[in-house]
T-cell receptor
Framework: DAGVIQSPRHEVTEMGQEVTLRCKPI?????LFWYRQTMMRGLELLIY????????DSGMPEDRFSAKMPNASFSTLKIQPSEPRDSAVYFC????????????FGPGTRLTVT | QQQVKQSPQSLIVQKGGISIINCAYE??????FPWYQQFPGKGPALLIA?????SEKKEGRFTISFNKSAKQFSLHIMDSQPGDSATYFC???????????FGGGTRLMVKP
């Protein structure tokens, strides 16, 4: 398996623009997580899906952030409008929910908002 | 309380030395304690994990020590190597959900 796939790997955009980050989880995994990593705040969970349903979105910072999982093999994280403070590395991770266990992280998307 | 506190934030160790990273948690419902290793430009990857039914787990040069009464756990890297230089995250989770709460991370540098 290719592991968790994220695109793009790097994104540079101007303040106010819409940004869409994409994730393809490992085939067969039924849980998907979006994280944000910054030097100041470390690794923060933004939202967690189980069987394509959002279970916990308490980490989503503002209404500017939204996430969808239309099917088991694809998820998006959208920021509209983007702001400079959104600059971070965004990770997607997937796991099997049968027993609490390993989350497999993607390579991340480095977002820079100027 | 969901917080997991990790220390130190950074650590410099000589090659061959022992690296020790500590974590503490508040939520007594936590029953799964993994450590993740992250190299620059990569996503975190599971290194080793422990459940509270044992006090220690060893995998090669990496050992987790767990103290349930103190609500603390630590990662020991024996015979540290320059290739171990990375950021290490502790985490905690419970079976009520499938989420992990991560510590703040420790940037380890092993000097040759």
């Amino acid at each position: 398996d290719a592991g968790v796939i994220q695109s793009p790997r790097h994104e540079v955009t101007e303040m106010g623009q819409e940004v869409t980050l994409r994730c393809k989880p490992i085939s067969g995994h039924n849980s998907l997580f979006w994280y944000r990593q910054t030097m100041m705040r470390g690794l923060e969970l933004l939202i967690y899906f189980n069987n394509n349903v959002p279970i916990d979105d308490s980490g989503m910072p503002e209404d500017r952030f939204s996430a969808k999982m239309p099917n088991a093999s694809f998820s998006t994280l959208k920021i509209q409008p983007s702001e400079p403070r959104d600059s971070a590395v965004y990770f997607c991770a997937s796991s099997l929910t049968t027993v609490l266990g390993e989350q497999y992280f993607g390579p991340g998307t480095r977002l820079t908002v100027t | 309380q969901q917080q997991v506190k990790q220390s130190p934030q950074s650590l410099i160790v000589q090659k061959g030395g022992i690296s020790i990273i500590n974590c503490a948690y508040e939520n007594t419902a936590f029953d799964y304690f993994p450590w993740y290793q992250q190299f620059p430009g990569k996503g975190p990857a599971l290194l080793i994990a422990i459940r509270p039914d044992v006090s220690e787990k060893k995998e090669g040069r990496f050992t987790i020590s767990f103290n349930k009464s103190a609500k603390q756990f630590s990662l020991h890297i024996m015979d540290s190597q320059p290739g171990d230089s990375a950021t290490y995250f502790c985490a905690a989770g419970d079976n009520a959900g499938n989420m992990l709460t991560f510590g703040g991370g420790t940037r380890l540098m092993v000097k040759p």
